[in-house]
């Protein structure tokens, strides 16, 4: 069975910082592009970023580039997510997917409360 | 950026009956060299995360029930549920992954009238 487990989410101060990771089990993680989403409260879904297998091709939207870094260690099975300089604007539930084309299994999700 | 837009915002639809959902982009997103609309839908329920029902526009996932269908080619597109079961209560979005940035609809809402 295919999970994806998020976790790291946290209250931060606006400017702060925050890693999430996602780990992977039940396939082969190495072999799929792996993908962030976010969902801020009440709203719809947005993609942040994903990341090709073996971390040759990485793609943000514009609204995070410069400030947020994805990354993958395929021998931990783990995707991650370094979140910097952090707005009020990036409070959502940020999901671990796996997939470049759509994304056919979601983590559960963590929450990421940007607050002062 | 692809823009998606979906109609209506919410509907209220009878158990039984059908519920259509549309899904425009501002964009063709069909890919002339495979013929393949770029397109997913998914459906997400209440505390939940989003669930993949569709893919290249109408090929249902695995596990997914037969009253789910997908349909249209380049920039118009419709999920359509044949017969509203309680279970099928929730938001639903379509996502277009021709061109990055990915980008999803605004959602739909989908009730029990």
């Known amino acids: 069975e295919v999970q994806l487990v998020e976790s790291g989410g946290d209250l931060v101060q606006p400017g702060g910082s925050l890693r999430l990771s996602c780990v992977g089990s039940g396939f082969t993680f190495g072999s799929y592009w792996m993908a962030w989403v976010r969902q801020a409260p009440g709203k719809g879904l947005e993609w942040v970023a994903y990341m090709k297998e073996d971390g040759g091709e990485i793609y943000y939207v514009d609204s995070v580039k410069g400030r947020f870094t994805i990354s993958r260690d395929n021998t931990k099975n783990s995707l991650y997510l370094q979140m910097n300089s952090l707005r009020v604007e990036d409070t959502a539930v940020y999901y671990c997917?796996?997939?470049?084309?759509?994304?056919?299994?979601w983590g559960q999700g963590t929450l990421v409360t940007v607050s002062s | 950026d692809i823009v998606m837009t979906q109609s209506p915002d919410s509907l209220a639809v009878s158990l039984g009956e059908r519920a259509t959902i549309n899904c425009k982009s501002s964009q063709s997103i069909l890919y002339s060299s495979d013929n393949k609309n770029y397109l997913a839908w998914y459906q997400q329920k209440p505390g939940q995360p989003p669930k993949l029902l569709i893919y290249w526009a109408s090929t249902r996932a695995s596990g997914v029930p037969d009253r789910f269908s997908g349909s249209g080619s380049g920039t118009d597109f419709t999920l359509t549920i044949s017969s509203l079961q309680a279970e099928d209560v929730a938001d639903y979005y379509c996502?277009?992954?021709?061109?990055?940035?990915?980008?999803f609809g605004q959602g739909t809402k989908v009730e029990v009238k």
């Open positions: 996502h277009q992954y021709y061109h990055t940035p990915r980008t």
């Open positions: 997917a796996r997939g470049v084309y759509d994304f056919d299994f």
